[in-house]
C-alpha cells in the first residue's frame, strides 16, 4: 500500500535552514510528482511546489519561490524540501502529497510540525 | 492568479440536514481540475470529491459534487456526525498552478 512516512517535528532558529523529508513506499516513486503543502495553525492549505522525481522537474508557487527548494533522491524513494532564511511565519504543518492517477493528491504525509523560535 | 473563494466560513447543521458548501473560482476552469478535500483536526487531508462530481474512494454516497465554469459546490444529503471537518476545494490549471479555497469549516449541531 502506498505509504508517504515524513521526518519529525523540527525547532529551529530564526535565520536558520531546514530540510524535511518525505519517505514513499508502496509505488513507483519516480512516476508521480511529489507536492508540498504548508498549513500554519488554524489556517487553511497552502501549496508551495511540486517535483517531479523521474527527472528533477519542478514547478513552484510564486510566493515560495526563494523560501522552499524541493529535490528527489530516486535510490531512496524519499523527497525533500528545504525552507531557508526561516522565520516565525514559516512555523507551521507541512505535508507532501502525492499526485495521483485519478484522484489529485491522493495520499499524504502525516505531516511535519516545523517550529521557528529563538 | 486563480483565486477560490468559499462559503460560508463556518457553518453547523443538525443530523439528518442537507449541507451546501461552495466554491467560486476567480476565472472559468474546467471542471475536470476541481476537488475537494476533507480534513479533520489538522490531521492530513483526504482527496473527497475530484473533477467536480466523482467521489473518492470509501466517501459516503450521501456526498455530492456539482458546478462548472466558475461556480461549484459539495452537497451533503443528509449530515452525520461523522461529516463534521472543514472542506476545500482546490484546482489546478493555471499559474501558480494549483490553490485551494479557504475552507469550509462545518459543525454538527
Known amino acids: 500500500q502506498v505509504q508517504l512516512q515524513q521526518s519529525g517535528p523540527e525547532l529551529v532558529k530564526p535565520g536558520a535552514s531546514v530540510k524535511i523529508s518525505c519517505k514513499a513506499s508502496?509505488?513507483?516513486?519516480?512516476?508521480?510528482?511529489m507536492n508540498w503543502v504548508k498549513q500554519r495553525p488554524g489556517q487553511g492549505l497552502e501549496w508551495i511546489g511540486r517535483?517531479?522525481?523521474?527527472?528533477?522537474?519542478?514547478n513552484y508557487n510564486g510566493k515560495f519561490k526563494g523560501k522552499a527548494t524541493l529535490t528527489a533522491d530516486k535510490s531512496s524513494s524519499t523527497a525533500y524540501m528545504q525552507l531557508s532564511s526561516l522565520t516565525s511565519v514559516d512555523s507551521a504543518v507541512y505535508f507532501c502529497?502525492?499526485?495521483?492517477?485519478?484522484?489529485?493528491?491522493?495520499?499524504w504525509g502525516q505531516g511535519t510540525t516545523l517550529t521557528v523560535s529563538s | 492568479e486563480i483565486v477560490l473563494t468559499q462559503s460560508p466560513a463556518l457553518m453547523a447543521a443538525s443530523p439528518g440536514e442537507k449541507v451546501t458548501i461552495t466554491c467560486s473560482v476567480s476565472?472559468?476552469?474546467?471542471?475536470?481540475?476541481l476537488h475537494w478535500y476533507q480534513q479533520k483536526s489538522e490531521t492530513s487531508p483526504k482527496p473527497w470529491i475530484y473533477?467536480?462530481?466523482n467521489l473518492a474512494s470509501g466517501v459516503p454516497v450521501r456526498f455530492s459534487g456539482s458546478g462548472s465554469g466558475t461556480s461549484y459546490s459539495l452537497t451533503i444529503s443528509s449530515m452525520e456526525a461523522e461529516d463534521a471537518a472543514t472542506y476545500y476545494c482546490?484546482?489546478?490549471?493555471?499559474?501558480?498552478?494549483?490553490?485551494f479555497g479557504s475552507g469550509t469549516k462545518l459543525e454538527i449541531k
Open positions: 508502496g509505488y513507483a516513486f519516480s512516476s508521480s510528482w
Open positions: 482546490q484546482q489546478w490549471s493555471s499559474y501558480p498552478l494549483i490553490t
Open positions: 476565472s472559468s476552469i474546467s471542471s475536470s481540475n
Open positions: 473533477g467536480t462530481s
Open positions: 502529497a502525492r499526485w495521483g492517477m485519478v484522484t489529485p493528491f491522493d495520499y
Open positions: 517535483i517531479y522525481p523521474g527527472d528533477g522537474d519542478t
